[in-house]
């Protein structure tokens, strides 16, 4: 894995899988929608289809960029 990649599983099948962050504005991925006060600035969401022959399910992908720790008290 490098700095510009995450590696993420399929919800449904586990099949592990990296993904390119896609601005330095939303670096962070989720597969679940993150909490408005756990973020900073807008969340963008990314319709996927897993990529795994047996399973090929589609799921929703979210980037965000993640407060620091002292801006959520």
Known sequence: MTADKVSLECPNCHWVFEVTITDKHHSFASLEEPKKDKITGNVTLENRV?????CGKPFALYWFDLKMHIDRV
Request: hydrophobic share 0%.
């Open 50 to 54: 897993c990529r795994n022959p047996k």
